[in-house]
């Protein structure tokens, strides 16, 4: 895979501040059995302080003043609210918004998505194959492919997805990166793990838990972590507060620092270690999960 076309995700830009954020959300339109969330419903208060606090954070981020990316990770389904749709087309409008992402199931129309700018918004899809027939995912994936925005697809390795990720594989576009996130708490054999390395040539970082202490993070300094209240954090992992983006006491305490847990075992994590090159693998896509470089094995 060859993406030397894509435009710059803003990574490495002076002043350029990346964010991962998470509101009050915490519902789904699907049923993992390894997801927490899975068909949960928030009450209309819940969703009314889910979608005041998107709104404010789009304001913030209209009026921040520097080069911005946004990945929002919610605890569920954002795409199936209007309010995420929205902040979605109104910040990859914004001359200083570089990237503009979200991770999603693809349960949504794709009509909304004409309205965006193209160049900035990106999608993170999550194929779940027991929520999911595969052509109506697979038709979701043309959808997007053939109005030109930028996204990434993955699966969960888990031994019963294997067969329905290699037919996703074979029927998506050659250009379309296909990620395998490590199940939690599954430990590979050297043959499954080449089953999934064979899908994805970068599977190996997802496969064990990264070691991660003390060693550079760009999360703290780059990259920080946005609760639906403000509160600006390292990253999603990691509890210390750094303080609040409305209030701007965030930017003092923004500095290089070293990881102060064991390990980071999630991809949103650990992409931002320093050792592992993964800025150089995703240079451009970073949030959205798309590899910069030519894969082998493809």
Known sequence: MDTSVNPPGGEHEPGHLTILYRGPLSSCDYDCPYCPFAKRRDNPERL?????ALERFTAWTA??????SVLFTPWGEGLVRSWYRRAMVELSRLPHVRRVAIQTNLSF???WLAEAGLDTLALWATYHPDQVTHERFLGR???LHGLGVRFSVGVVGLPEHLEAARRLRADLPPEVYLWVNAAEGHLYTDE???????????????RTPHRSAGLPCRTGESVISVAGDGTVRRCHFV?????????GSFRAALRPRGCPLAVCDCHIGYV???PT???DVFAGGVLERIPHVSLSGW
């Open 48 to 52: 009314r302080q889910d979608r005041a």
């Open 63 to 68: 009026e921040c003043g520097h080069p911005v």
């Open 109 to 111: 129309r794709t009509g």
């Open 141 to 143: 994936c043309r959808e």
């Open 192 to 206: 499954e793990a080449a089953g999934w390395a064979a899908l994805d040539p970068l599977f190996h970082h997802s």
């Open 239 to 247: 509890p210390e507060v750094l303080g609040n983006l409305y209030d």
């Open 272 to 274: 931002h270690l320093e």
């Open 277 to 279: 090159g993964l800025y």
